[in-house]
Every structure is written in structure tokens, then in C-alpha cells.
């Protein structure tokens, strides 16, 4: 293996003004700034996608014309979902490593161009019901290995064009961007769904456009290309072994042979086992090649291991706190207040605005000061403001006042600003120099696979909390608007996870669930009570609010656990920032000396 220098040239002058910016000249004191305004637009662009669809379902549905709550179609839920996430999880280590051994630059911007493309190219599904959600399915993949390549290389362009006393600020910037983007999303996906479904993909284009065209005028490799050769099998069995973990974790929450989960299901446990142990075939690969994708010594670095534990953690607590408020918001607390099912998605999106707000008042703020006084205790102490909002939402009821819950999730967004930053200055900042494109996909794998894990892990516990209220619940207040016995009773035995995504989905099934002969039996006000709008909130807000309880204690350990973590100091005093510093007592080539717990 070897590393040789990034290729940017030195300004040109015409006509006695500086073209550097847009020809290549790296060392331009503007070019820092373009760059990170740069790798910021396309880590926003790559973020918002992983949500934009999340609060579009329903329309999108429509749009395809699929009856959610069908079995066969909560499939093609799951994956619409889920694809993106579990793709970039899969392939940013792996873009990260190409990115340090063919230039980070030159990945990123073929990144920028095929997200460009495969946005063009969903947004014209031509086809209806299974076949338009394959279409989406297909094409939102190859979207994700876009914008995988954006998520790996930023963060490593950055940190190669700031210097240490900058890159806090810096790398806050298109952290806090980047994580916001899941929340903007949110909001920008009401907005467009109420308009078109297909909107939703039309949004990317413009903006894609114009960031490949920036990218590829403006951007050039400065930092060090290591030449070596591609590590196949570690790349082999780190896709099969993750995929098979996360897809099983997907499958888990569906139904299986009359439970109400799916985790006895013989192929998901086969994912789950057989990813575990793909995955230990992977790490012992690892350490014996002489030039890994995954390098395993990095985690021997105290602030690199610990950083990524506390992103890995926050993420899934993250993750969870998004589905759940959007499910509350969505599914019970709107309807009860008076909006149609129709305009859920777009109002969810408005009334979560505070969490928004809150994410990008704390996380530029929590990088400038970071560099300043030392990232550890912002990060850890960005956990525990997290937990402490996860801990007041627990106290409010399902039918809440919204400024207590406005107040809760502003709270909550700033501990997640707090956090962001800092902590993924801590982890690029103990790298080797050469390193850092390997290390950004290795931050980037733990974030996005903590929001796979999210649904799977928060899906299976709120179904868990529901399986034990639900049904009792469901047949009392359906045999009390006169509904038969035996239709009351089948119906409350059908999977909690149904009722779940019907909640998530803004959609109320009792109408499709009693069927017209039952409905045209009732006395017409009892019928018009049950396909109103406030009899399926009121319904399950009470189930919801017990599987809640479970959901929201476990986001409360991870944050503190989080937190505990991103407090572990180095064994040993970081050198200055030159080659060969010494980290916890090993040689980390090129490690910048920024892993400070604070002023002494």
C-alpha cells in the first residue's frame, strides 16, 4: 500500500482575479467554504430522503393505489421504508474506503449525479398496485447507493480542508444539516404530498442538479490517496452479514403463524443467526488483512470506539422518538382534534416543527463552542438533555396539550444539536489522516443502522405493549356500539401490528374491517360513530399510550448509556497532531490531537 498527495492544483489568476474556487485551487482561502457548503447541500439532499418518504406513505399508497392494510402489502411498507436506510448502512464503509483509495471528491460527485438520476427516474413509476411499489422499491435502492456515496466522503472532505481548530465548527455544520435533514423531511413531505405523491421525488431533481454541476466545477482532492487493493471478501461478507441482520430485524415485526410477530419465523431467525455470524466471519477477516475495508484498529482509539457507541445508541433512540410522534401525531392526536386523515401527514409535519427548530438552534452553536472548550462533555451532555425530554414525554397523556409537547420535542432537538456535532468531531478527529474516508463510512454505518434498528427494535416493542391492551379494548368498544360478538371478537384478534400501521398511515380501517353487511345491520348513528373520526383514536389511545411507556424507557437507557460512553477518556494523553501520535498507547498514523475532555 501506498498514499500519495490529493491532486489540487494551485490558483490561476485571469485577469488579475482569483479563479481558484471554481478551477481547482485547493489552497484559495475561500475553497474551504464552498467545500463544505458543498458537501453540506448534498448531506442535506441524502438525509431528507431518508424521511421525506416516511411521512409521504399514505399518499404515495393512494397514489399506487395500494390498500395498506392488506397483508401481502405490508411487504412492500416495510422495504419502501426501510430500503434507504438499510442500503446506505450497508455501502458507506465500503464508499468510504474507495473514497480514501480513488479520491473522496471523485466518489462524492458520482454520488451527486446518480441521487440526480434515480430521483428523474421515480418520479415517473409508470405502473400501479405491486408493481408501481416494486418500481419505488427498485429505483429508491440505487438512489441509496447515491446517497451513501454523499454520507461517506463529506464529513472526510471536510475534515481534509479544515484545520483542527476549525473543524468543530465545520463538521457541526453538515452534521447538524445532515441530521436535521431526517427532520426537514418530515415537514417538506406533508407539504408535497398534499400537492402530488410524486412530488416528493420532483423535489431532488433542481436541487441535484444544481449541487452535480457545483460539485463537479468546484471540487478537488486534497487529501491522501492510498493506493491498495480492494478488499473483496471483506466487502462480501460486511453487505451479507448486515443485510441479512437488518432484513431480519424487518421481517420480525410482521405476523407469523398466528403471532403477532414474526421472531419465531424460521428465515428470521436464520437472518438474524446467519447475519451474527456472517458478520463474526467478517471481523476475523478483518484483522488478518494486511488492507482491510473496516480497519479494526481504529477502535482501539478511545475516542473513535466511544464515539461511535454513543452515535450508534442516539440514533436508535433517535429513530425511535421520530415513528413514534409521527404515529401519535398521525394516527390519535390529530384526528381527535379535528383534522381529516387526508391532511395528517402534512400538519404531523407542521406540529414537529419545534423538534426542528431545536436541533438547528443548539447544533451549529454546540460545534464553535466545541472547538473551543473541549467536544466530550457537549456530546454526553446532549445525551442527557435527549433523555430528560424522552422522560417528560412519558408523563403526558396520548390526548396532550400541545405546548407542554411543543416545549417536550424543542427540548428534545436541542439535545440532539448538542450532541451531533461534537461527537463527530471527536470521531474524525482521532483518525489517521489516510484513514478518514474509511472512518466517515464507519461513523455513517452506526448512524444509519441505528434507524434500521430503530423500527425494528421500537416497532416490536410498541406491538408488544398493544398485544396486551389492544384486543380487550378493541371488542369492548366495538360490542358497545352494537357490533356482533363473533365479528367483535375476530377482529380484536387480528395483528396489533395492522392496527400499528393503520395509526402510522393517518388511516382509520374500521370501515374496511366491519365490511358493509355488518355496518348496514347497525342503528345509522352507531354506524356513523364507528366510521367517524374519533372512534379509532379513541380507541387505541390507551393500547398506544401502554406500548409508549415501554418505547420511551428504553430510549431513555440508550441516551444515558450514550452519554456514559461519550464521557471514556483516552488511557493516555494524545500527542500533538503529526504522524505517528500515540492513542491509548498505540501508533495511530496522522491522528489530530482533538480527543479533549475540556480546559484542565
Not at 455501502?91 to 471528491?105: E, F, S
Request: with cysteine; net charge positive.
Amino acid at each position: 500500500m501506498t498514499v500519495s498527495p490529493g491532486t489540487g492544483s494551485r490558483n490561476g489568476r485571469v485577469g488579475g482575479t482569483a479563479r481558484g474556487v471554481v478551477d481547482g485551487g485547493t489552497d484559495h482561502p475561500r475553497y474551504k467554504w464552498v467545500a463544505l457548503s458543498n458537501t453540506t447541500l448534498g448531506t442535506l439532499l441524502a438525509t431528507i430522503n431518508s424521511s421525506i418518504v416516511l411521512i409521504s406513505l399514505p399518499a404515495i399508497f393512494n397514489g399506487v393505489h395500494l390498500n395498506p392494510l392488506e397483508p401481502g402489502n405490508v411487504s412492500y411498507l416495510l422495504w419502501m421504508l426501510m430500503g434507504y436506510m438499510l442500503v446506505t448502512a450497508v455501502l458507506v464503509v465500503t464508499l468510504g474506503r474507495l473514497g480514501d483509495m480513488y479520491g473522496r471528491v471523485r466518489i462524492y460527485n458520482a454520488g451527486f449525479a446518480l441521487f440526480t438520476v434515480t430521483s428523474v427516474v421515480l418520479s415517473v413509476d409508470p405502473f400501479d398496485g405491486g408493481g408501481g411499489a416494486l418500481w419505488l422499491i427498485g429505483w429508491r435502492v440505487l438512489q441509496a447507493v447515491g446517497g451513501a456515496m454523499l454520507m461517506a466522503n463529506s464529513a472526510a472532505i471536510i475534515t481534509d480542508v479544515f484545520p483542527a481548530r476549525q473543524r468543530g465548527t465545520a463538521l457541526g455544520i453538515n452534521i447538524v444539516a445532515g441530521i436535521a435533514g431526517s427532520f426537514l423531511g418530515l415537514v417538506l413531505g406533508g407539504v408535497l404530498a398534499e400537492w402530488n405523491w410524486r412530488s416528493v421525488f420532483w423535489v431532488n431533481v433542481p436541487i441535484g442538479l444544481l449541487g452535480t454541476v457545483w460539485a463537479y466545477r468546484s471540487l478537488r482532492d486534497t487529501g491522501m490517496r492510498v493506493r491498495a487493493r480492494i478488499d473483496w471478501w471483506g466487502n462480501l461478507t460486511f453487505a451479507v452479514g448486515l443485510t441479512a441482520l437488518l432484513a431480519g430485524i424487518t421481517y420480525g415485526i410482521q405476523p407469523y403463524g398466528g403471532h403477532t410477530m414474526g421472531w419465531t419465523n424460521p428465515w428470521v431467525l436464520a437472518g438474524l443467526l446467519g447475519g451474527i455470524a456472517v458478520l463474526a466471519l467478517f471481523c476475523l477477516i478483518e484483522s488478518r488483512a494486511s488492507e482491510p475495508m473496516f480497519p479494526l484498529r481504529l477502535f482501539r482509539i478511545t475516542a473513535f470506539a466511544s464515539g461511535n457507541a454513543a452515535s450508534l445508541l442516539g440514533s436508535i433512540a433517535r429513530g425511535g422518538l421520530q415513528f413514534m410522534l409521527i404515529i401519535w401525531l398521525q394516527g390519535i392526536w390529530l384526528p381527535l382534534h379535528g383534522y381529516n386523515y387526508e391532511q395528517t401527514p402534512l400538519w404531523a409535519g407542521i406540529y414537529l416543527l419545534p423538534l426542528t427548530v431545536g436541533f438547528l438552534a443548539a447544533g451549529p452553536l454546540a460545534g464553535a463552542l466545541s472547538d473551543r472548550f473541549g467536544a466530550r462533555l457537549f456530546a454526553a451532555g446532549g445525551l442527557l438533555v435527549m433523555a430528560a425530554s424522552f422522560a417528560g414525554l412519558l408523563l403526558i397523556p396520548s390526548d396532550f396539550n400541545y405546548l407542554v409537547f411543543a416545549a417536550l420535542v424543542f427540548v428534545n432537538g436541542l439535545g440532539g444539536g448538542l450532541f451531533a456535532a461534537p461527537n463527530t468531531a471527536l470521531i474524525m478527529s482521532s483518525v489517521p489522516a489516510r484513514l478518514r474516508g474509511a472512518a466517515s463510512g464507519m461513523r455513517a454505518t452506526f448512524q444509519n443502522a441505528g434507524m434500521v434498528l430503530s423500527i425494528g427494535v421500537f416497532f416490536s416493542l410498541m406491538v408488544a405493549g398493544l398485544a396486551r391492551s389492544l384486543p380487550q379494548t378493541l371488542e369492548t368498544g366495538l360490542t358497545a356500539q352494537g357490533v356482533p360478538d363473533a365479528a367483535a371478537h375476530s377482529i380484536a384478534q387480528l395483528p396489533p401490528v395492522g392496527t400499528l400501521f393503520a395509526a402510522f398511515l393517518g388511516y382509520n380501517p374500521i370501515e374496511q374491517l366491519l365490511g358493509p353487511q355488518v355496518l348496514s345491520a347497525l342503528p345509522a348513528a352507531n354506524a356513523h360513530t364507528l366510521v367517524g373520526r374519533e372512534f379509532f383514536p379513541h380507541l387505541i389511545s390507551l393500547p398506544f399510550h401502554d406500548g409508549l411507556m415501554i418505547v420511551f424507557w428504553l430510549a431513555i437507557a440508550m441516551a444515558v448509556v450514550g452519554a456514559a460512553a461519550s464521557l471514556l477518556a483516552p488511557r493516555t494523553r494524545p500527542a500533538a497532531a503529526v504522524d505517528g501520535a500515540a492513542v491509548d498507547g498505540a501508533a495511530v498514523d496522522g491522528a489530530d490531537a482533538t480527543d479533549r475532555a475540556g480546559p484542565a
